[in-house]
């Protein structure tokens, strides 16, 4: 486990974008990360055929994809739970 989140213990395809996780505490989910995952380490991630090559990592607690690219899994624990991802706001 890292810090207070539960680990991610499995990850399944959705659809192109979109994940399904689970968490070691028992929540699962479905999260759009496709907008998260910027900069040049997610090149090959964000294209179709390496979007579907997503992992769970026991190691990590969180997903990987081929060449070293992740997500946390605190920022997608919060998506999940909240709605909100841990930049965002709730409308006032």
């Keep these: 486990m890292i ?6 213990t499995a990850v399944s ?3 192109y974008g979109v994940l ?3 968490f ?3 929540l699962i989910g ?3 990360v496709l907008g ?3 900069g040049p380490v997610f090149e090959q991630a964000v294209t179709p055929a390496g979007f ?6 026991s190691e990590s607690g969180t997903i990987v994809w081929p060449g070293g690219a992740d997500l946390a899994p605190d920022t997608l624990y919060e998506r999940i739970t909240t709605g909100l991802w841990p930049d965002e ?4």
């Design 30 to 32: 479905e999260v759009d």
């Design 24 to 26: 070691a505490d028992g």
């Design 52 to 57: 579907a090559a997503v992992a769970a990592d």
């Design 3 to 8: 810090g207070l989140t539960p680990d991610i």
């Design 13 to 15: 395809v959705v659809s």
């Design 36 to 38: 998260r995952m910027r």
């Design 20 to 22: 399904r996780l689970t």
């Design 89 to 92: 706001h709730a409308p006032a």
